[in-house]
DNA sequence: GCCTTGCGATCACCCCAAGCTATCGCGATA
DNA sequence: TATCGCGATAGCTTGGGGTGATCGCAAGGC
């Protein structure tokens, strides 16, 4: 059987991609003539028509269009193996998409940066923060590589790396009638008012599971767009809320007016965790990467 | 990114294949200069060492065995490219694997095949006779293209494509207190002796499961290799069994001193379909297969 | 212990295939 | 009708993948 050449298919994906000869030759670096002959080179050892070319107009045609995703596929699986063979040399070097989710960002990117580039003076931490749906989304879509989230995430063809729990705490106001308490048990929570973040945030789906509140116990008409607002909205007496640990570890006191008040055991918590596409060529280099957040963080996960 | 070539990956896995160097480049047709130069630049945009040479052994290095499943699915989608796009132009033609169970070869394919060779004389079906579990194993190993089964067929990736249904009857020798009735129930199995085929024939489990009938029934140390072998069993007196209609049809009244019996309505049946992996470039094919079957086989069916 | 054998690497050379420039034919548009 | 921009074609150039010959080396036979 003879095989067309990985070039062949990128001169084609790329003419359906800009939509011309012209524009898929400029995107390629190379003239016209030299894709158009490959193109014909391709169709007869394929044996089929891929463009219809009446006049100056270029259409996919019907083989053209079945068999443009095996097309992709192949440059995709193709890529994929450069990509797995350049993390074997060098694990950890050049861009990495990670996506984090904003309820995580701001409490680990600040103490894993620095030692990420320590450790991996070549890699380059692209970081997007974004809702776990958009990420999840994205890392379909091969937009990211990585995400940094709170389990469990639904996406067929991905796999899960469990890091550490992060326990939920309680934050009350000064002068809330359980501000003095040293833990709190979840059966305190029931009837309290509580402040939560607006929808699409997973924490404040993870909370409701977690520590077995109603959305009922919501205080309508206030849900905080991000975490910060909500501890002031609790520093101002509104209600109390639930925050994860790390979002106030380091931090306890730093917060005028406003109780951290653990859980007892078994204390309600999170499960953050590394998600990576299945196929992903660079799983290794991921639980190199899960081996350096553990390092990073569990330290302080275990000073609660 | 640089991309390696095809025959790159092709020379790749044809020495781990065969071996050596020597032994590859001629299984390859090229000289062993060539396959070894091209490795070399297939290393050089990998960025890593594929094999380790020490002295006069050549022994797949790690990185190399990380890489050979990339390596070797990335060829694969290549010739499903090209095997999908040689079945676009002309399809059902070459050489066809199809895997077909022993109660169902016999009944079938003397009728399938001169209608296939009429409608696509360019295909070559090459039949393989075998029961579902080896069949089903071999589909998965790409030994076969199709298979051609009693369904439902258990295997990850796999597609089923209902044909028909193949009503079982009752098959009892003159003399017999059912050998008069027109037709049967279910419940006048019940406490019958039964013969069967041994075990590994899916007909079997399928009798059982279609009749509600219990493995006791069955009459111990006589199990039949072949349904041939079933019948005449059978015309000898040694008990009833279940044939599936296509095995009697148009053959009725040709065994002597045997009773055909149709079960009342709703008829137990077994049903007949083909079976193909998901990723398989002949999908169309085989629904063209699908459709060929049926207009072999539905008539007789009908006129049960 | 020496010679043969067979491996992969290397070298020098060849040649085709993929690239280039220039040009053609042809619809669409003004 | 003139022009523009598209894809196809032609002829030339060149680099990369091919060949055969050879080298160095380790294993195995006599």
């Given at each position: 059987?003879h095989?067309?050449?990985?070039?062949q298919?990128?001169y084609?994906?790329?003419?359906?991609?800009h939509g011309?000869?012209r524009?898929?030759a400029?995107?390629?670096?190379v003239t016209?003539p030299?894709l158009?002959?490959?193109?014909?080179q391709l169709?007869?050892?394929?044996?089929?028509r891929l463009?219809?070319?009446?006049?100056r107009?270029?259409r996919?045609s019907l083989a053209?269009?079945?068999?443009?995703?095996r097309?992709?596929l192949?440059?995709?699986t193709?890529t994929?193996?450069v990509t797995?063979?350049?993390a074997?040399?060098?694990?950890?070097a050049g861009?990495?998409r990670?996506?984090v989710?904003?309820?995580?960002a701001?409490?680990?990117?600040?103490a894993?940066a620095?030692e990420?580039h320590?450790?991996?003076?070549?890699?380059?931490?692209l970081?997007?923060?974004?809702q776990?749906?958009?990420?999840?989304?994205q890392?379909?879509d091969?937009?990211?590589?990585l995400l940094?989230?709170?389990l469990d995430v639904e996406l067929?063809?991905?796999?899960?790396?469990?890091l550490?729990?992060d326990?939920f705490?309680?934050a009350?106001?000064?002068?809330?009638?359980l501000a003095?308490r040293k833990?709190?048990?979840?059966?305190?929570?029931?009837g309290?008012d509580?402040?939560?973040?607006?929808?699409?945030?997973?924490?404040?789906?993870?909370a409701?599971?977690?520590c077995?509140i109603?959305?009922?116990?919501?205080?309508d008409?206030?849900?905080?767009?991000?975490m910060?607002?909500?501890v002031?909205m609790?520093a101002?007496g509104?209600?109390a809320?639930l925050?994860?640990q790390?979002?106030?570890?380091?931090?306890?006191?730093?917060?005028p007016?406003i109780?951290?008040i653990?859980?007892?055991?078994p204390?309600?918590?999170r499960r953050?965790?590394l998600v990576?596409?299945?196929?992903?060529?660079?799983?290794?280099?991921f639980?190199?990467?899960a081996?350096l957040?553990?390092?990073?963080?569990?330290?302080?996960a275990?000073?609660?």
């Open positions: 059987m095989l067309p050449t990985l070039r298919l990128e084609f994906t790329g003419i359906v991609d011309s000869f524009a898929a400029e995107a390629c670096f016209q030299a158009s002959s490959q193109i014909q169709e007869k050892t394929l044996g089929v463009f219809e070319r009446d006049g107009k270029v996919l053209g269009s079945r068999l443009l995703p097309a992709r192949t440059l995709e193709a994929d193996l797995e063979a350049h074997q040399g060098e694990p950890l861009p990495l990670l996506g989710i904003p309820t995580v701001p409490y680990l990117l600040p894993l620095p990420a320590r450790r991996y003076p070549e890699l380059r931490l970081l997007h923060e974004g776990t749906h958009d990420l999840v989304e890392l379909h091969h937009q990211l590589d940094l989230l709170a067929d063809g991905a796999e899960e790396h469990f550490f729990e326990p705490v309680l009350v106001p000064q002068g809330h009638p003095k833990t709190v048990h979840r059966s305190d929570l029931d309290l509580l402040l939560l973040l607006e929808d699409g945030h997973c924490l404040r789906e993870h409701f599971a977690a077995s109603e959305p009922s116990q919501e205080i008409d206030f849900r905080a767009t991000s910060n607002t909500l002031h609790v101002s509104i209600g809320t925050l994860p790390m979002a106030v570890q380091n931090q306890r006191g730093e917060f007016g109780m951290m653990p859980f007892e055991e204390q309600p918590a953050i965790g990576w596409r299945q196929s992903s060529p660079r799983k290794e280099e639980h190199l990467m081996e957040l553990m390092r990073v963080f569990q330290p302080h275990m000073a609660s």
